[in-house]
């Protein structure tokens, strides 16, 4: 092999390993969202009751805001009387964490549908707007929710110090966009298993990157200098 061959295909393998380490940094997770079981403890018109639900919270990135869903997998609370079509309508807080502090206003639709007396209320999926105030990992955990039904008001507030459903990493509206990323929340001890993995593939990533960059950047001047 010519040393001319030679450095041809030196230089084709650093620029595939600056291509590789690119894509597994592209590659990295957009969000980390959990589904959290929370414990509602309700201040009904009829007295206490209480229920736990699985809670999901899921973004959806707009422009320099992120849409919101929150949705219960069951049912909370209930009535002593049936609600009939349209006279239930739920309402809920999510409260933020980590680099910005506050809460996030959700609502929903009123029932669609007649709710049988005695049976856990199925609440809809709720909605609603987060617009980034800070720079930073912000998480998003389930707090109060309301449900007004027959001109009474159920309020429900979780009782077990659940933990975030989503964390974001999340750039100030008006600053550079950043993007989503996966991440632990807040102050929380570093973390061990496939997040840190991912985390530590896209370091890889970057390190291959430059080097193969410096690679080609080296044979360039070789090249040049054995011409010379």
């Known amino acids: 092999m010519s040393y001319r061959t030679y450095q041809k295909r030196t230089a084709a393998l650093a620029f595939a390993a600056a291509l590789a380490g690119s894509a597994v940094l592209m590659a990295a997770p957009a969000a980390h969202a959990d ?3 929370v ?6 018109p009829i007295g206490d009751k209480s229920a736990v639900s699985p809670i999901d919270i899921k973004s959806v990135k707009s422009g320099s ?5 929150m ?3 069951k049912g909370v609370s209930s009535s002593p009387v049936e609600l009939g079509k349209g006279s239930m309508t739920p309402s809920a807080v999510i409260k933020l964490g980590g680099a910005e ?3 996030v206003a959700v609502s929903g639709p ?4 007649a709710i049988p007396a005695n049976t856990p209320i199925k609440i809809s999926d709720l909605s609603g707007t987060y617009t980034p105030k800070e720079t930073g990992k912000v998480t998003f955990t389930a707090d109060v929710l309301t449900i007004k039904a027959l001109g009474t008001t159920t309020t429900c507030t979780p009782s077990n110090n659940p933990k975030p ?3 974001l990493d999340v750039t100030a509206a008006g600053g550079s966009d950043t993007g989503e990323t ?3 929340s807040g102050d929380e001890l570093p973390q061990t298993g496939p997040e840190d993995s991912a985390i530590a593939l896209g370091t890889l990533g970057g390190t291959v990157l430059l080097a193969g960059a410096a690679g080609v950047l080296w044979l360039t001047r070789r090249n040049q200098a054995v011409r010379r």
């Open 65 to 69: 805001a992120y849409k919101l869903t």
């Open 182 to 184: 996966q991440s632990g």
């Open 35 to 37: 589904v959290v079981d």
């Open 110 to 113: 009123a029932n669609a549908a």
């Open 165 to 167: 459903s989503l964390t």
């Open 101 to 103: 502090e506050g809460t």
């Open 71 to 73: 949705s219960w997998q």
């Open 39 to 44: 414990n509602y403890q309700c201040k009904t």
